[in-house]
């Protein structure tokens, strides 16, 4: 099995440019989609960015995603930060036989 | 619109079963597949089982196999998860989410989630 690292938190202060990776430990990046997930206080989780880099309706173009396979990980950025941003953000992705969440990043917007 | 509503959690003595039901409606439930994810208490994601649109794949997390049993009824849209021999490291919010692809698409909806306590 393979597990997805991501840092415990970041945070930045409101219109920076924030990046979040997600590193994974076994098998290429490249090889399974990569998602993102949302998830606000008291909320259920959200998509923000699917199949690696795509951005399903409604969610605003300041949120992109990004694989490399030189670091085997996937990249989620946020732009222009607004305070609505804060939360705790999960990548996913899978292989042959699991799926796998990182552990979360929690993004502190101040 | 797209609403899945969790529902049969509470509190469960070590060892007992229970079931959660997730109950769909605003999409063409039979035409996608469905996880359960769970988030213990202050912790993060962990996906917990998979099953195809028509019940015929079925997946599990090595944590859950042979506990838990994934399945769903299309003519109700409803999914299921029964859940035996519970641990007190089974205590989580427990999240149904609907995959358009079952192993390889994201989870483009969820629940509101249902708590299950496993306790004495």
């Known amino acids: 099995n393979f597990m997805l690292t991501q840092p415990h938190s970041v945070s930045e202060s409101p219109g920076k440019t924030v990046t979040i990776s997600c590193t994974r430990s076994?098998?290429?990046?490249?090889?399974?989609?990569v998602q993102w997930y949302q998830q606000r206080p008291g909320s259920s989780p959200t998509t923000v960015i699917y199949?690696?880099?795509?951005?399903p309706s409604g969610v605003p173009d300041r949120f992109s995603g990004s694989i490399d396979s030189s670091s085997n990980s996937a990249s989620l950025t946020i732009s222009g930060l607004k305070t609505e941003d804060e939360a705790d953000y999960y990548c996913?992705?899978?292989?042959?036989?699991?799926?796998?969440f990182g552990g979360g990043t929690k993004l502190t917007v101040l | 619109q797209v609403q899945l509503v969790e529902s049969g959690g509470g509190v469960v003595q070590p060892g007992r079963s229970l079931r959660l039901s997730c109950a769909a409606s605003?999409?063409?439930?039979?035409?996608?597949?469905m996880h359960w994810v769970r988030q213990a208490p202050g912790k993060g994601l962990d996906w917990v089982a998979v099953?195809?649109?028509?019940?015929?794949?079925?997946y599990y997390a090595d944590s859950v196999k042979g506990r838990f049993t994934i399945s769903r009824d299309n003519s109700k849209t409803t999914l299921y998860l029964q859940m035996h021999s519970l641990r007190a490291e089974d205590t989580a919010v427990y999240y149904c989410?609907?995959?358009?692809?079952?192993?390889?698409?994201?989870?483009?909806?969820w629940g509101q989630g249902t708590l299950v306590t496993v306790s004495s």
């Open positions: 605003g999409f063409t439930f039979s035409s996608y597949g």
């Open positions: 989410a609907s995959a358009f692809d079952f192993w390889s698409g994201y989870y483009g909806h």
């Open positions: 996913q992705s899978y292989d042959s036989s699991n799926q796998v």
């Open positions: 076994s098998g290429s990046i490249a090889s399974n989609y």
């Open positions: 099953i195809s649109n028509d019940g015929s794949n079925k």
């Open positions: 199949e690696d880099n795509q951005r």
